[in-house]
C-alpha cells in the first residue's frame, strides 16, 4: 500500500546535470508548503516502486527525482526542500506541465487539519511526523500499472517486473538523469512506455518479466482505454473508483492503490490486502488476525480521512510479530 512504512534514500549519488550546476538550461520553480513542517521523502515515497526503481531516484541531501510521462510528453522533475521552500528542475516535453502542479503534487491540497487522532498511537505518530502530505500527481496510468503488477504477488516481483519491462521498453529520462554514465542500461533513468506500446508487448516477454497472462491482459484492457482512465484523475474518488473498476481485473484493492497516488484520496483505505488488516488491528486493538471488516470498524472513527490513518500507522512500525517465514519469492519466468 502506498508509503509502507518510512521512506529510505538511496546511497548512491546522484549525477549532477551536465548544463550547470545550478540547473541552467532546466525550467525551474520555487515553491513555499503552506505551514511549518514538510517532509518531501513522506509526500513523494509512495510513488518509488522499489529501491532501483527506474522511474524515481531519492538522494541523501534530500532531493528526489521523478521521470514520468506526462499529457505534454516525457518528463523529469527534480525536487528539493530547503528554507527558501522547495526548488524544483524539470526537463522534457513535459516539463511545464510538472511544474505547474507542482503544488498538487506536494501536497497542497490535502489537509492535514481535518485529520482528528482518536487513538493515542495515531496522536503520537501525527505529533512525530507533522510534515505528512498525501501526493497528488493527476496521473492515473503511471500508478495503474505497477499496482496491478502487485496484485497477488510479492512486492519484491512486483518491483522486479516493473524494473524490467520500464527499462526494456521505456525511453531515457529526458535531461541529465536519463543519461548513463557507466553504459549500462539499467542505470540511468526511464520513462515508462507510452499506451501503445504497453499494448504491444507480446505475451512471452511478459512471461520472461514475471507477469502471469491475468495481469498482462488486465494492463492489455487498460491501455487500450488510456484516455478514459486518464480522466479519472479530476474526478471525485468514488466515481473515480467506478471508472477503474470497470476495467476487468481492477477491483477495490487496485483503485484505492491508484487513487492514493493518482488522486490524494485521504480516504481510499486498502481492502483485500493480505496484511493491512493485522497491522492495523494489531496497532489500534491488540489484534493481529484482524480481517478487512474488522479493520474498517477499527477504521470507521476516520471516516473520510481513512488512508491517512492507515500512514500514519504503517510509520509507527507497529507491526505483528512474525509467525512463519516471510512468502517464497516466484520466478514464473523460469517456469
Not at 55 to 72: E, F, H, I, K, Q
Not at 134 to 154: A, D, F, H, M, Y
Not at 281 to 299: F, I, K, N, S, V
Request: charged share 25%; net charge positive.
Amino acid at each position: 500500500m502506498a508509503g509502507r512504512f518510512a521512506p529510505r534514500t538511496c546511497t548512491t549519488a546522484l549525477p549532477v546535470p551536465r548544463t550547470g550546476g545550478d540547473g541552467t538550461g532546466a525550467k525551474t520553480r520555487t515553491w513555499t508548503p503552506p505551514g511549518d513542517a514538510f517532509e518531501l521523502g513522506l509526500v513523494l515515497g509512495p510513488l518509488r516502486r522499489g529501491p532501483a526503481d527506474p522511474t524515481y531516484r531519492a538522494a541523501s541531501d534530500g532531493s528526489a527525482v521523478r521521470a514520468t510521462r506526462t499529457p505534454a510528453g516525457p518528463g523529469t522533475l527534480r525536487v528539493r526542500a530547503g528554507d527558501g521552500g522547495v526548488r524544483a528542475e524539470a526537463w522534457g516535453p513535459g516539463a511545464d506541465w510538472l511544474l505547474e502542479r507542482l503544488p498538487e503534487l506536494l501536497g497542497a491540497a490535502d489537509d492535514p487539519a481535518a485529520f482528528v487522532p482518536r487513538h493515542r498511537l495515531l496522536a503520537a505518530a501525527q505529533r512525530r511526523r507533522p510534515g505528512l502530505r498525501l501526493c497528488r500527481t493527476g496521473l492515473v496510468l503511471e500508478s495503474l500499472i505497477p499496482s496491478v503488477l502487485e496484485q497477488k504477488v510479492t512486492t519484491i516481483e512486483a518491483n522486479r517486473s516493473w524494473r524490467h519491462l520500464v527499462r526494456k521498453y521505456g525511453e531515457p529520462a529526458p535531461g541529465p538523469y536519463g543519461d548513463s554514465p557507466d553504459g549500462r542500461r539499467d542505470s540511468g533513468m526511464y520513462v515508462m512506455p507510452d499506451p501503445r506500446t504497453w499494448a504491444m508487448i507480446p505475451s512471452w516477454e511478459w512471461h520472461k518479466a514475471g507477469v502471469d497472462s491475468k495481469r498482462s491482459d488486465t494492463i492489455a484492457r487498460a491501455v487500450r482505454v488510456a484516455r478514459r482512465l486518464e480522466e479519472a484523475a479530476a474526478m471525485e474518488p468514488e466515481l473515480a473508483a467506478a471508472r477503474l473498476e470497470l476495467i476487468p481485473g481492477i477491483g477495490p484493492w487496485t483503485s484505492a492503490e491508484i487513487l492514493q497516488r493518482s488522486n490524494g484520496a485521504p480516504d481510499a483505505v486498502t481492502v483485500g490486502d493480505l496484511h493491512l488488516p493485522g497491522i492495523v488491528g494489531y496497532a489500534l486493538a491488540g489484534r493481529p488476525d484482524t480481517d478487512d471488516a474488522g479493520m474498517l470498524e477499527l477504521l470507521e472513527p476516520y471516516a473520510g480521512q481513512r488512508h491517512r490513518a492507515v500512514r500514519l500507522i504503517l510509520l509507527t512500525g507497529r507491526t505483528p510479530p512474525r509467525r512463519a517465514p516471510r512468502m517464497a519469492v516466484g520466478r514464473i519466468a523460469h517456469l
